[in-house]
């Protein structure tokens, strides 16, 4: 019989984290373990990690939902699944029959990924792919806003590090300062083909958003994820006018049936979708949207949510899934300074899965013994 239990940690930023919506100083996480209680010693992990705002279910009451949620799981007198799945559809068939299917995405995903990683041993692997076969996954560097020096300086530090695409938030400063970042970028590493990505959290206003994206385009922008708020009338005809691309990510919060999802995607018409599987419904919500955009002929990529190297883990192998070689926001292993070690490293814009290297979750189980988990065939 399956059990579960819910474990709370809050992360600190290693450095002056801002967006558009404002500066962060730290991320509460919370773990949900779940072990079958023949073998309780093995255990599997998942992290429910909602972003204030953005996220439905963040905020006080989530603690309670998830102890109701670990509650329910035990009377529900559930068995392990048979071992060995290999794909999105066993996962989603599972919750179907067991009707576990969560209203909250951060929970939905937590659950998902518990549940694979005990299916697999317990040794944090999700699905044994490429990923974990040493085949990285090419990654995007993420500059976050600061002062116009603070800005430059991890531009410089990105490129130097190898990373050829770098995101970029905008629209939080002053419009002219963010230019002269872009601007400075094309004129230094005019050799180096950088690509440039552009994230404005919906805070272009509505009246200016097409006005300044054309002023953005002389910069040779890839795409700019979502310029104005989510749900305004104005998004169609933006999607369609815009000079540079534009990629959807707050749009799909809280779009949860297929057939929302496709009519959301044939109306608006996006060149992008940018998928979190924290706010996109988990793993299986995200495969849905990535099987509607194959469909429609609209390029995505995946991000984390600024979760912890637990949910990285598993949200860079889920990547790995699917044959893909566009860049992923999955570069954020280094924003904590008091993150879990792992065998995850940022290294040359690829995200690298060293399979010699441990676990040690001795501040989430601090009775326990850390874990020693390398990759078993």
């Given at each position: 019989m399956l059990s579960a239990s819910i474990h709370k940690q809050v992360f600190q930023f290693a450095f002056a984290a801002r967006t558009s919506r404002g500066p962060m100083l730290d991320k509460t996480s919370w773990f949900i373990r779940l072990w079958d209680d023949a073998r309780p010693e093995v255990y599997g992990l998942?992290?429910?990690?909602?972003?204030?705002?953005?996220?439905k279910e963040h905020g006080p009451e989530l603690e309670v939902v998830l102890n109701e949620f670990a509650?329910?799981?035990?009377?529900?007198?559930?068995?392990?699944?048979?071992?060995?799945?290999?794909?999105?559809?066993?996962?989603r068939d599972f919750f179907i029959l067991n009707t576990?299917?969560?209203?909250?995405?951060?929970?939905?995903?937590?659950?998902?990924?518990?549940?694979?990683?005990?299916?697999?041993?317990g040794t944090r692997i999700i699905f044994r792919n490429r990923f974990i076969s040493q085949t990285p996954i090419p990654i995007n560097g993420l500059v976050w806003m600061g002062g116009l020096d603070f800005m430059l300086q991890q531009v410089e530090i990105k490129i130097r590090d190898g990373y050829r695409c770098v995101k970029l938030k905008v629209g939080g400063l002053d419009f002219e300062k963010e230019c002269d970042v872009l601007q400075y970028i094309r004129r230094k590493y005019f050799r180096e083909n950088i690509e440039i990505r552009l994230d404005a959290n919906g805070a272009f206003k509505k009246e200016e958003a097409l006005q300044k994206i054309h002023?953005?385009?002389?910069?040779?922008?890839?795409?700019?994820?979502?310029?104005?708020?989510?749900?305004?009338?104005?998004?169609?005809?933006?999607c369609l006018e815009s000079p540079i691309p534009i990629a959807f990510d707050e749009e799909l919060i809280g779009i949860d049936t297929a057939i929302q999802k496709e009519e959301l995607l044939k109306k608006l018409k996006p060149q992008f979708i940018i998928l979190k599987p924290t706010l996109h419904g988990g793993l299986i919500g995200c495969d849905e949207w990535i099987q509607l955009a194959q469909k429609l002929n609209i390029g995505w990529w995946i991000t984390s949510a600024l979760e912890s190297n637990i949910g990285l883990n598993a949200i860079a192998q889920f990547t790995s899934q699917y044959t893909t070689n566009i860049p992923h926001g999955l570069g954020t292993g280094q924003i904590y300074t008091n993150n879990f070690s792992s065998p995850l490293l940022a290294k040359k814009g690829f995200l690298h899965y060293q399979s010699n290297e441990t676990w040690d979750l001795t501040s989430l189980f601090p009775d326990e013994a850390v874990e020693s988990l390398y990759l078993k065939d």
């Open positions: 998942g992290e429910c990690g909602p972003l204030a705002i953005l996220s509650s329910d799981l035990q009377s529900k007198k559930l068995s392990l699944p048979i071992q060995g799945w290999t794909n999105i559809l066993e996962l576990i299917h969560q209203k909250y995405s951060s929970i939905q995903l937590a659950f998902e990924t518990a549940l694979l990683d005990l299916i697999n041993g002023s953005l385009k002389r910069f040779q922008v890839h795409s700019i994820e979502q310029p104005i708020k989510p749900g305004l009338p104005e998004m169609e005809q933006l």
